[in-house]
Structure formats: C-alpha cells, structure tokens
C-alpha cells in the first residue's frame, strides 16, 4: 500500500447554528483551525462541545452557518452537492463509533463495497493486511471481536486511498484493551503511511497519542496545543 497524498485542511471563521423551532442553537462558533499534513489531530471535548460538528463540516457531512472551509487548494463551502459527494467518496475516510459492517458480508467483502467506490482502490486483502486482519477476511463481522471489526472499518475507509482519515469516538464502543489495539493501528496508519488523521472523542487520556490537541468549550475552540513526543497507544492511561 503506497504512502497517501497529503492533505492541509483550513477552516476560517466557521460556525452552525441549528434551528428548533423558533430557537437558533449554535453548535460552533467562530472556528478557526489548519490541519498540516501528516498531522495526528485528537479534537477533544465534553458532549455538545462541537467537536462532531467540526468533524462533520470538515468531511463535507453538512455546511456551515457561516465561514469557509479548504481542504487542500478547494474551497469547500463553494461547492455543489453533488461536488461535495464526490470530495467525501474520494478524498474522506471516515470511521465512527459503531463499526456499520453489512452483518451479512464478510470482512473482505465489506472492505470490497468501498473500493468500487473510486478508481483507484486498494485491494481490499491488502487493506485488511496493513491492519492485521490478513486471517480474517473470511470471517463475517459476528465472529469477530469488537476491536477486529472497527478495524475491518478502519481498512475500508484506507481502501479508498483517502487524504483525511475522519475518526468519530472510534473507541467508545470498546474495552480498554480493544481500544489501544484500534488506536495503536491508527498511529502505525499516521506514521507509516503519513495518513493524516483527526480523531474526536470525549475521553482526554487520548490527548497524549496526538501530535496536536485541539479543545472545544461550548461550541468554541479553546485551545491547539502541540505535544513534542506522542504516547505510544499502549501507554495511554485510561
């Protein structure tokens, strides 16, 4: 699997604002951010801190209220729907919190409906490879364990050769010992492959894994601080 394109993302003043009803609730607020290429971004932050929405308009899932986004030299928020479609199937890997295997496919075959996705796919065996689930790819998702199938994701997401890894509380579904599997893979995908990645979660002992740590309040960007030497996955302290 040859390294991945590079991808610097920039968001400028960007917010949303949901409306219910006759009340505008606004999820993020005046958001400035770069993402460098190659960087490992854990986004952190409390429930209804913003950090969804961040990742949200940044993988082309929604638009913001107000502001602009860049993702390489293509503005994001000038965009057509049917442009911003193709950017999130060709340029976006995302992974989430429930792995959404098709239960009736296996391993291999759920890897597979990605890759028919765009032109210039990884084989789906060699994807399954680079996150070690090579001996897996004939077992279907049931007999396999929590940690095994949101890596079985993770492969499908790389299987389209996506500039920007999108990861959405990839660990929240599973035990400590499956989660530092998950995210060990994921720093291995960051510094082998230099995929960039930007991960959310709620949990702030994933701080110390990222090269850079952005933290939401209230719908607002705290804080971007930088560690020098990221912990090993296995280190973490939960």
């Known amino acids: ?30 958001a400035d951010l770069d993402v460098g290429a190659g960087d490992f971004v854990v986004v952190l932050g409390p429930s209804g801190s913003g950090k969804s929405t961040l990742l949200n308009l940044i993988g082309g899932l929604d638009r913001p209220t107000s502001g602009r986004l860049w993702f390489r ?19 976006i890997g995302f992974v989430f919190q429930f792995y959404n295997l098709v239960p009736t496919l296996t391993a291999l075959e ?20 680079v996150v070690g689930l090579a001996d897996r790819a004939s077992h279907f998702p049931a007999q396999l364990s929590g940690g095994e199938q949101q890596r079985v994701s993770i492969a499908r997401a790389l299987a389209k050769r996506p500039d920007l890894l999108l990861a959405d509380e990839p660990t929240g579904a599973l035990d400590i010992d499956m989660a530092r599997n ?3 893979t994921l720093q291995r995908l960051n510094r082998e492959k230099g995929l960039t990645i930007m991960l959310i979660t709620h949990n702030p002992a994933l701080a110390s894994i990222a090269n850079r740590i952005v933290r939401l309040v209230s719908g607002r960007i705290a804080e971007v601080t930088r560690n020098a030497m990221p912990a090993p996955a296995s280190e973490i302290a939960w």
Do not use: C, H, W
Not at 2 to 8: E, L, S, Y
């Open 1 to 30: 699997m040859t390294q991945t394109r590079r991808a610097p993302v920039r968001v400028e003043k960007a917010s949303r604002v949901f409306q219910m009803g006759d009340v505008e609730v606004p999820a993020l607020i005046d």
């Open 110 to 129: 759920n890897v597979q409906v990605a890759t028919e996705l765009v032109d210039d796919a990884v084989d789906p065996a060699e994807a399954l490879a």
């Open 73 to 91: 030299d293509q503005e994001l928020t000038t965009l057509s729907d049917d442009a911003l479609t193709r950017y999130r199937r060709e340029a």
């Open 182 to 184: 998950v995210l060990g």
